[in-house]
């Protein structure tokens, strides 16, 4: 909606420029410049921590650069008289706040949907886990987005007998969650590790049904 009004101000000056009154203009800038300034530098290390923040500072950011624009537009009508200028400017932050809008709302319907990360191949997930030595299955494999930057997993892991008594449960889950961190950065994963002596335990619903 803000980049429907500001290109529809944009092309109607445009087409019938207005006189700009700079010293406004390139006060007001000079005020949003530092606000947004102060604000980015609060946000810069925190936006990745969620979707919110996320959104917040490419905010803030849009409204900084939109800022810088508007006093270059300012300056230019100050010097040369070019009150389009003013115009152009508002043409220039729609198009700066656009394609971040869709990213964000992108963003945020993964997360509603709860879609699979981008960067984590579910294939390429069982085939690292089917590397450890004793795993003989990986199955029930599901990644999703539980909000911005934060991907989790969950797995069931077919582990034989004897690498399962000898190694105990705490030494594969230290394994396990080591490799999806390290080559998928999925921080937050949950392994049911199932001794292969008791694999066919999920179908057991069934036989009793029959």
């Known amino acids: 909606m803000v980049c429907t009004y500001l290109v529809f101000a944009g092309v109607t000056r ?3 420029p207005v006189e700009v009154e700079v010293r406004t203009m390139l006060g007001f800038a000079a005020i949003g410049l530092l606000a947004n300034a102060v604000s980015l530098w609060l946000l810069g290390k925190r936006r ?3 979707l919110n923040m996320k959104g917040a500072y490419v905010e803030v950011l849009s409204d900084l650069v939109g800022s810088v624009v508007v006093i270059a537009a300012g300056i230019v009508v100050a010097v040369t008289g070019f ?26 319907v993964d997360v509603l949907l709860e879609a699979a990360p981008e960067h984590v ?8 886990l089917l590397g450890v030595p004793g795993v ?12 911005s930057g934060l991907p989790v997993l969950s797995v069931h892991v077919t582990v034989t007998d004897p690498v399962l008594d000898e190694r105990g449960i705490g030494s594969l889950l230290d394994e396990f969650s080591e490799c999806v961190a390290r080559h998928f950065e999925v921080e937050h994963a949950t392994f049911q590790i199932e001794p292969e002596s008791h694999r066919a335990h999920e179908n057991l619903g069934d036989v009793a049904h029959d």
């Open 83 to 108: 009150h389009r200028a003013d115009s152009i400017a508002s043409l220039v932050i729609a198009a700066m706040i656009l394609p971040r809008s869709f990213s964000l709302l992108r963003d945020a």
């Open 136 to 147: 003989v299955d990986v199955h029930d494999l599901h990644a999703w987005m539980i909000t």
């Open 14 to 16: 445009l087409l019938d």
């Open 48 to 50: 990745e921590r969620s």
């Open 121 to 128: 191949d579910l294939d390429d997930v069982r085939e690292h």
